[in-house]
């Protein structure tokens, strides 16, 4: 997938439903954002479908996009602001591959909502709760959710995920996830741009932080999947945020940009120690490298095959 400002642009409705993009036929069901843009045939007003509560304006506004994310499912972004990204992608594919079962789901420093919606779209029948402290994110990820119809199991809440009672003791749950910003606040430019800014520097917690509050809040045999970056100080990071915290790496994913060039970043699936044989405690699997483009720029064919699984044209 392209960074931003990637996705098919929602247009006026066809009486027909459109189930094929770029040749290719879209799983998955039709949300109620999706039929309440279609134009009845005479023209009149009708009731929300079920799912869409009435009086909720799903409107793009002139600042902001509405775009594909997951089969029919659409993610409400802003033109200028942070937009959804491969790291985030590869996080919710990640999550779900490996902790197919998960029955509840929670989300760390979700922004906008691209993880917990792709995972809301693979794991129809869990529940969510995802965590996110900017205003400006939450109220799009809210449109979000009520234009893909997941107002029944998905909870959003605002808040900072490291204050005391956003997340209650004892509230497990059998999937976590989280995409944190890479860098502290002395490293490199800034961007202008708030929600920019929060998604990319380390604002409101470190690796060390998600780590944390992933291993006081899995069930037991619970998962805890992350992306960060492989440069050998950012991986001793993830390293020293996992024994902090006795979790273990069970397995790990480099991803190469390019076809031929070092990998810059690596999925991660965590789980607690307590939950493991003592003997598998020291184990870790690192999986071949998942490639993004070939050597002259083209998708590849691994990467292809991961956008369908999340419900994307290859």
């Not at 799912?51 to 793009?60: F, H």
């Not at 965590?131 to 900072?160: C, M, T």
Request: proline share 8%.
């Amino acid at each position: 997938m392209k960074t931003p400002g990637e996705g098919e642009a929602v247009r006026p409705l066809d009486s027909v439903f459109v189930t094929h993009f770029k040749g290719w036929a879209k799983p998955g069901i039709i949300p109620p954002g999706f039929l309440a843009a279609a134009p009845t045939a005479d023209g009149s007003a009708t009731a929300p479908p079920d799912g869409l509560t009435a009086g909720v304006s799903l409107v793009v506004e002139p600042c902001e996009t509405l775009d594909a994310i997951s089969g029919h499912f659409r993610l409400f972004q802003l033109r200028a602001g942070h937009r959804f990204s491969t790291d985030d992608i590869l996080t919710a594919w990640y999550g779900t591959s490996w902790c197919p079962s998960a029955r509840t789901v929670l989300d760390l420093g979700s922004g906008i909502g691209t993880v917990a919606m792709i995972s809301a779209w693979r794991l129809p029948g869990a529940k969510f709760v995802t965590i996110e402290a900017q205003a400006e994110s939450v109220a799009l990820a809210r449109k979000s959710a009520q234009y893909n119809g997941l107002g029944d199991r998905y909870e959003i809440r605002f808040g900072d995920f490291r204050e005391p009672g956003i997340l209650a003791a004892g509230e497990n749950f059998d999937l976590i996830t989280g995409s944190p910003p890479y860098f502290a606040l002395d490293a490199g430019v800034k961007s202008e741009h708030p929600q920019k800014l929060a998604c990319r520097f380390e604002l409101r917690g470190t690796i060390a932080d998600y780590c944390a509050i992933a291993a006081r809040h899995l069930t037991p045999g619970g998962f805890f999947a992350c992306v960060f970056p492989l440069e050998s100080a950012q991986f001793a990071r993830v390293l020293a945020a996992a024994r902090a915290n006795d979790l273990v790496i069970v397995r790990q994913r480099p991803v190469v940009f390019r076809e031929g060039d070092p990998p810059l970043i690596g999925l991660f699936g965590l789980m607690r120690a307590a939950d493991l044989p003592a003997w598998f405690r020291s184990h870790s699997w690192t999986e071949p490298d998942l490639t993004i483009r070939t050597r002259d720029g083209k998708i590849h064919p691994e990467y292809s095959a991961v956008k369908l699984a999340i419900g994307f044209p290859p």
